[in-house]
């Protein structure tokens, strides 16, 4: 996903202010994960408040003891902050979309803006791992549409901060710029395989049983 180079713009004070845009694919990536975990987080709320309802509500998600979503909501872990962490990515999520819709429409960001999105896809990958450890190896379930986002929220984590590498918004050396330039793939699919074994082998006696 090559992206567009870097351009110049002259602020207030005349000073030179680095932007770049991206490439179709690129923005594509942003819309699609974005909407994928927008599809999940809309998913998942829906299913709490019926579970609020009635406590006795089974989501439709919920095939076996092992892929519970009812578990995963139930759990103080799916109030992360206080409230629903869905609602969290209802917000987030669709402001990836916009993003990406943006960059369709042929916009383009200054590094400022390129480095707090990439901040934002850090918390949020940093957030999916602390929940993949806790749906593993404490509430010992897995909800699939948390999945879902599990794996969107990687793909765009590794895309932005290999456009941020590749446009020198984020310091690297050359050989990591040029091998992101060419395999920016094999990180989110490094890292969704390495989620693929720990749940392989978690419940490794379920799955052959």
Not at 59 to 78: E, H, T, W, Y
Not at 97 to 112: E, K, N, Y
Not at 172 to 198: D, K, N, S, Y
Request: aromatic fraction near 16%; include cysteine.
């Amino acid at each position: 996903m090559a992206s567009t180079a870097g351009r110049g713009t002259h602020g207030e004070h005349g000073a030179s202010v680095r932007t770049a845009g991206s490439s179709r694919a690129f923005a594509l990536m942003l819309v699609i994960t974005g909407a994928a975990g927008l599809l999940a987080a809309w998913v998942i709320t829906i299913d709490k408040f019926k579970l609020l309802e009635n406590p006795n509500f089974v989501p439709g998600c919920s095939l076996n003891p092992v892929v519970s979503c009812g578990n995963i909501m139930k759990s103080d872990q799916a109030s992360a902050f206080g409230f629903p962490n869905p609602i969290l990515g209802l917000v987030t999520y669709g402001i990836v979309v916009c993003v990406g819709m943006s960059l369709l429409a042929r916009a383009a960001f200054p590094r400022w803006y390129w480095l707090t999105f990439d901040a934002g896809t850090l918390f949020g990958v940093g957030f999916c791992t602390w929940l993949q450890f806790q749906s593993l190896y404490r509430i010992s379930a897995l909800c699939l549409w948390c999945c879902l986002a599990w794996v969107a929220t990687i793909i765009m984590f590794w895309y932005v901060t290999s456009f941020n590498v590749r446009n020198e918004f984020l310091p690297a050396p050359a050989w990591i710029r040029q091998f992101l330039g060419e395999f920016t793939w094999v990180l989110p699919l490094l890292h969704i395989g390495i989620i693929g074994m720990l749940i392989l082998t978690r419940w490794w006696d379920f799955w052959t049983s």
